[in-house]
Every structure is written in structure tokens, then in C-alpha cells.
């Protein structure tokens, strides 16, 4: 469980990161809207782990490793962004967040249930 401090801190990434990917998104992935679902910080707050969704892009793993191989530049303009709130810039660990895709998966498992049809119970009355 974060505590206040983590989950705090954890916000002022999202917030800043989005802002980030908002203005520049389109110099690393073109044509692809990035979205910050969520951010998980280590109790130390030296490793911040964001989950990413992408829209537009359908190699969603291509999409992830090009923002891995900028993940430096973009810790660089976080440090600019939240230097004077923080004493260490964390290090920034990326991740696809696939609670969408697992959400319609089990929308689909829920569907196909429902039109199964159903067994009557088979109760024998003693």
C-alpha cells in the first residue's frame, strides 16, 4: 500500500508527464495519442513506474520500446519541470497498461455466458 507521500509525488508525475506528452508526444511517436493511466513510485521515491495506454498505433509494443528509448529525454524535462519540488528526479520505468484490452476480453467472456444457453436445475425432491 502507497503511502500519502508516494501517492502525492505519484501525481505530480502524471500530471507533468502528461503535460509532456501532450506538447511533444507527436516528436516520439507521430500520429499516436499517449495517455499516463497510472504511476506507481517505489517508498524511497527514487523509481517511478508509468503505465501507458496508446491510441492510434497498433504495434502497441513498437510504440512502448520507442518511448523506453527516449525515457532519458523525458526524465530530462520532468527534472526541468519538478526540480524545485523534489530533491531527486526519479528514474522512469515504462509499461503498456492493458486494462482496457483485459476489460473487453472479459466483456466478451461475460457476452458468450450469457448467450449459452442454460442448463435447467436438475433438483430431486425427496
Keep these: 500500500m502507497e503511502s500519502k507521500r508516494q501517492q502525492k ?6 500530471e507533468d508527464l502528461a503535460a509532456i506528452f501532450q506538447r511533444e ?6 500520429n499516436t495519442l ?15 513506474r508509468i503505465f501507458l495506454s496508446f491510441l492510434g498505433n497498433p504495434n502497441v509494443q513498437t510504440a512502448l520500446h520507442t518511448i523506453k528509448s527516449h525515457a532519458s529525454e523525458i526524465r530530462y524535462k520532468l527534472g526541468a519541470r519538478i526540480k524545485d519540488q523534489v530533491r531527486i528526479i526519479p528514474q522512469l520505468e515504462f509499461f503498456v497498461d ?9 466483456d466478451k467472456i461475460f457476452d458468450k455466458i450469457s448467450k449459452e444457453e442454460r442448463q435447467p436445475d436438475t433438483e430431486e425432491n425427496l
Design 25 to 30: 508526444g507527436m516528436n516520439y511517436l507521430p
Design 34 to 48: 499517449v495517455t499516463i493511466t497510472k504511476v506507481r513510485v517505489t517508498p524511497d521515491l527514487a523509481i517511478a
Design 98 to 106: 492493458d486494462t482496457s484490452e483485459y476489460v473487453e476480453r472479459m
Design 9 to 14: 509525488f505519484a501525481g505530480v508525475i502524471q
